[in-house]
């Protein structure tokens, strides 16, 4: 509803706007390191000194209580709303692998696993085979199974005994159940259309023909003699930046399962040197004159928290700040720092707790705090705003949205 | 839409959470207590070692501006959307007076009235009979009045003029209009059907012959010679605790009315032997073993605000907390301390204003906050939460909700 008002008042304009995602920024004050979060504890002079003059807040990447996967913390940050936008579990697994998804294709998580001589599997996980492994299994497969019907199969390798399937071809649906008994102990049940549809029916046919052709060509290998396919979904198909916000967007992102959500959004994608944010700046101000929108993605907060190295997540943080001069020599219009959830050391995991924001526009409502923390982000001006609604702020502080009503 | 995806996201745990709700605890600074509100000026020495490490908030029972009676402010807290859960007057007041109400049930509120022999209400409250009259003329009633149709009719007496029916048989609906003219100067008006369905018919046949029935009953008596009656309900039907939340739930209440709305909820009950948090606590502690989720609920605190009575509220207050290391020496995983609504000392009423709300968890982001009360709520770090969205936060914290996406 706020979306469909929202895009109906977009106008032109020709200030940039930069989305800095520091991934799983949000944290919890710490007993360990004196209450203070990484973030509050961080060394941050480039932070401190734009802070006074930006507008703080903690967002709600989902809904109260519910932690955000990669994705739709994302999918909010860029201003869809994280529910009513789905995108599958083999989508995700796609993109995070790097895989292009063209529209109409079907993507799908699968592994290898250990099928008895009753046809019974005796571990989904086949024994968690070692990568190298699964990539020789994997080429292997490829070769025998390139092609269903008039559908293209496209494979691609991942950790121990997982690996990717892609299936491009007309006329494909996504509401397809699991080649997969998901227990150990019963045989793989045939893939079925959810919903009734040629698109799904064809669909399943093309996934039980290729559970099949891998059973043949696996047939003497051990442990993984067979595969099991699930989560598949179709590439969903959404209206993009340039639709929405007449934005053009690139989005600037070590890894490849971010680009892969901002290409579902309508952005152009680049891979930057390096996973630090200097490297995501450098790479911006080589594109600086071609797009109106950046979406630069800093993964090591993340990671940090997942470990629970507080020490390094400070780190990272402290990398970013010291990576600010040259983003705002820049000059962009509007900067908006914050997280797509929160990753908190002492949980060492995704979060559902409210994640820091930053925006620094010139119209931004300067709250005056020194710091850009948690803790003064509770009392900011944009406290308790969806994250999907950040996008709203962002544009109409690039005065990119005009007055509603009279 | 939330509580689908959240619902959706409930995984099983070995956590407790314990919910003590202090009836209508939200107050307003009362410039004749040096602007202070009860729960500040309280001498809370339990609740100040507790506050540190706890999340604060002010949190918001139905819709800003919206005074919530009872029903929709705990059914908000256990985490039903108060507008959505509709629960009819007559259940409410059933429950409050104790009533049992199963599936199909329908429940009325009644009165005795005075009519004319001109068949026009006079005195639509019987001149205010005492408690004794009405409980005689109940009992009366009741002898005359114990089965319509294939309807059973179950009355009981309230305070005054006021009495309570429950119709327990087949194919009864709740979609009823009252007898009841609601003012002075009228005739009964005859119950019917507000919507078309046999079901409501029925029930309006019997609340019809219950009317006619009590006035022949009644002839004789004076000022008390007929009934009014309105507010007709079925108990409504929703999916419990168990269902929504995989939580085995028991209700402390010392009040039916709070019993009551917790059945609906499909908490098991338990009455404590007397009325302050100690016994609650000792019942919970009884029963530790048995459930995941405690709902312990204390009156006081909304007595003395309806008797505009600061000091009384003080003093409740001040009661818990001294119950609350017993309450801690339990070791609840989480445990959340609000209110239902506000009751505010100056205004003796309920009142719309958000209440505060603590909750301690290991994981609940500790607002470092010295003391509980709602001047710190304001900048809390669950300020703005829905009271509907605290039972999410407290699963969340109880590690009982799953991760949403990839």
Redesign the interface.
């Known amino acids: 509803m706020t979306s469909r008002v929202l895009e109906s008042l977009v106008i032109p304009n020709s200030t940039k706007i930069v989305l800095l995602v520091l991934d799983g920024l949000g944290d919890?004050?710490n007993?360990e390191h004196g209450?203070r979060t990484p973030l509050e504890a961080a060394r941050t002079p480039n932070f401190d000194a734009l802070a006074p003059a930006a507008a703080l807040g903690?967002v709600l990447p989902?809904?109260?209580?519910?932690?955000?996967?990669?994705?739709?913390?994302h999918l909010a940050l860029f201003g869809y709303d994280?529910?009513e936008t789905v995108?599958g579990?083999g989508v995700?697994?796609a993109l995070?692998a790097g895989m292009e998804l063209r529209p109409g294709d079907v993507a799908a998580r699968a592994n290898f696993c250990t099928l008895g001589a009753d046809g019974i599997v005796s571990d989904r996980r086949a024994g968690r085979i070692p990568s190298e492994t699964c990539a020789r299994l994997v080429a292997k497969l490829q070769q025998a199974a390139m092609r269903f019907e008039d559908v293209e199969v496209i494979l691609k390798p991942g950790k121990g005994h997982r690996f990717v399937a892609v299936l491009r071809g007309p006329g494909l649906g996504g509401e397809v159940t699991d080649a997969d008994p998901h227990h150990e102990g019963a045989a793989i049940p045939p893939a079925h259309a959810r919903v009734a549809g040629d698109a799904h029916d064809k669909t399943a046919r093309v996934v039980n023909a290729l559970v099949q052709r891998a059973a043949e060509v696996l047939n003497g290998e051990h442990p993984a003699n067979a595969v099991l396919v699930r989560g598949l979904s179709a590439r969903p198909h959404f209206p993009g930046y340039r639709e929405r916000f007449q934005l053009r967007a690139a989005a600037i992102a070590a890894y490849p399962m971010y680009r892969g959500v901002a290409q579902l959004a309508g952005m152009d994608l680049f891979a930057p040197a390096g996973e630090s944010a200097a490297d995501a700046v450098a790479l911006a101000k080589q594109h600086w004159g071609e797009y109106d929108f950046f979406f630069l993605h800093v993964k090591g907060t993340d990671m940090a928290g997942e470990d629970g190295n507080f020490d390094a997540k400070v780190a990272v943080i402290e990398s970013v700040d010291g990576s600010l001069p040259q983003l705002l020599a820049l000059r962009p219009d509007v900067l908006a720092v914050t997280g797509d959830h929160s990753t908190?050391v002492?949980?060492k995991a995704?979060?559902?707790?409210?994640v820091p924001a930053l925006v620094h526009a010139r119209t931004c409502f300067a709250d005056g705090f020194e710091r850009f923390h948690?803790?003064n982000c509770?009392?900011g001006s944009l406290?308790?705003l969806a994250s999907c609604d950040l996008m709203a702020v962002l544009l109409a502080n690039a005065g990119r949205i005009h007055k509603y009503g009279a």
């Open positions: 919890l004050p007993p209450g903690r989902v809904a109260p209580g519910v932690t955000p996967g990669s994705g739709p913390g994280p529910v995108v579990r995700l697994e995070g908190p002492p949980m995704h979060s559902w707790h409210p948690e803790k509770r009392g406290s308790g």
